[in-house]
Antibody
């Protein structure tokens, strides 16, 4: 079965960077995109962008494109999302999800990131 | 941050039917049949329940159905059950530089 397993909880200081991993199994990794979505405490879902593991092409949300980088390692079926220059309002649960066409059909368990001085 | 508009909350009694709306624009919901719906229980990851406006993934109950009219998509839950109590989010491809957007989210309460 399709499974996405994310890295663990992180605590970061303002201005630092974070990098979350998402290891995929149960399907052919290059054949599906990986999207990243975040959810601030008590808030809704925010689409951050997606990456095509086959080509490496990326598409980022406009409000994050200066600070975010999404990459994949097809040899380990792992996707990565790096966010730089962290602010307190970046505190959120970060999810990776498998993108089929424009639906996200399998999700990771989420990674809690807290940005605090 | 642009988001599709959903009612903050919808409630119903067990066995009833409820509908959650998702209003966008002619640039997203109105132009593309790439509307999805996600169910999220507290502390859990979202789960895909409807895609391409009205298609259900394998294993999703046929009590859940989706539709679209103009710039508004809708999720209907019939025969409401306690397990349906959750947050629901719509999403849509936009075809613009925004590319993809979620709805504001709706809390469904089973009375």
């Amino acid at each position: 079965q399709v499974q996405l397993v994310q890295s663990g909880t992180e605590v970061k200081k303002p201005g630092a960077s974070m990098k979350v991993s998402c290891k995929a199994s149960g399907y052919t990794f290059p054949n599906y995109g990986i999207s990243w979505v975040r959810q601030a405490p008590g808030q809704g879902l925010e689409w951050m962008g997606w990456i095509n593991p086959n080509s490496g092409n990326t598409f980022y949300a406009q409000n994050l494109q200066d600070r975010v980088t999404m990459t994949t390692d097809t040899s380990t079926s792992t996707a990565y999302m790096e966010l730089r220059s962290l602010r307190s309002d970046d505190s959120a649960v970060y999810y990776c999800a498998r993108k089929v066409r424009w639906e996200l059909d399998s999700w990771g368990q989420g990674t809690l990131v807290t940005v605090s001085s | 941050q642009f988001a599709l508009t959903q009612p903050a909350s919808v409630s119903g009694s067990p066995g009833q039917s409820i509908t959650v709306s998702c209003t966008g624009t002619s640039s997203d919901v109105g132009s593309f049949d790439f509307v999805s719906w996600y169910q999220q229980h507290p502390g859990k990851a979202p789960k895909l329940i409807i895609y391409d406006v009205s298609k259900r993934p394998s294993g999703i109950s046929n009590r859940l159905s989706g539709s679209k009219s103009g710039n508004t998509a809708s999720l209907t839950i019939s025969g409401l059950q306690a397990e349906d109590e959750a947050d629901y989010y719509c999403s849509s491809y936009t075809g613009s530089s925004t590319l993809y957007v979620f709805g504001t989210g709706t809390k469904v309460t089973v009375l």
